[in-house]
């Protein structure tokens, strides 16, 4: 089947800066996307789900982007602090009308690192 | 509120043995879902209960049974360990089917010799 990945496999930044990760999904059909923070020893943490109707949606300090024309999906982390050092993942699913009960597709992840 | 718990945290196992990871959510969450999370892989689906009464394959369930024990509870049972089955084990779950977002606990950490 088609899966989600990720342009870039690591993330420096420096604390105060925006962070953007990228990737890019190839199925047409997937209807809802979400990005998880995953810090280590933990299970995955839910930030934020755009559905497939919307371009942009935003959250506190974070902002997820949808691109349909080129299959794109980026979250962009405003003042990036030390805390958000982690991985992210990007997961997708095939809505269908809302039978795929979940049945998330992730990537590989993109580790963050932020330097005080 | 603890969300989606794990039990245990940590197991090594010999291959051939047996063993349940219990998983249980206190969201009150019909759907139910068990991944694994190996380097390189990202998590992948092996079972899912769309709501109580029901289980599902999904997209690796060789070596694995799952039972949804009540609206709260779902384990998943390894018959005969095998090291292909070393990997982090996650549970979540999520409140309605469809498109909404998966809740996790945080994991149980098999190593299977």
């Known amino acids: 089947g088609e899966s989600v990945g990720l342009h870039l496999p690591t993330l420096s930044v420096q604390e105060g800066d925006n962070s953007i990760i990228n990737c890019a999904y190839s199925n047409s059909a997937s209807d809802y996307f979400i990005w998880y923070k995953q810090e280590s020893g933990k299970g995955p943490q839910f930030i934020i789900d755009i559905r497939s109707n919307m371009d942009k949606r935003q959250g506190q300090r974070v902002t997820v982007l949808l691109n349909k024309t080129v299959k794109h999906l980026s979250l962009q982390i405003a003042a990036t602090q030390p805390g958000d050092s982690a991985v992210y993942f990007c997961a997708e699913n095939i809505g269908a009308g809302g039978t795929s009960y979940g049945k998330l597709t992730f990537g590989q992840g993109t580790i963050l690192t932020v330097h005080p | 509120n603890a969300g989606v718990t794990q039990n245990p945290k940590f197991q090594v196992l010999k291959t051939g043995q047996s063993m349940t990871l219990q998983c249980a959510q206190d969201m009150n969450h019909n759907s139910m879902y068990w991944y694994r999370q190996d380097p390189g892989m990202g998590l992948r689906l092996i079972y899912y209960s769309a709501s109580e009464g029901t289980t599902d394959k999904g997209e690796v369930p060789n070596g694995y049974n799952v039972s949804r024990l009540n609206k709260r509870e779902f384990s998943l049972r390894l018959e005969s360990a095998a090291p292909s089955q070393t990997s982090v084990y996650f549970c979540?779950?999520?409140?309605?089917?469809?498109?909404?977002?998966?809740?996790f606990g945080n994991g149980t950490r098999l190593t299977v010799t």
């Open positions: 979540a779950s999520s409140d309605r089917q469809g498109n909404s977002p998966l809740h």
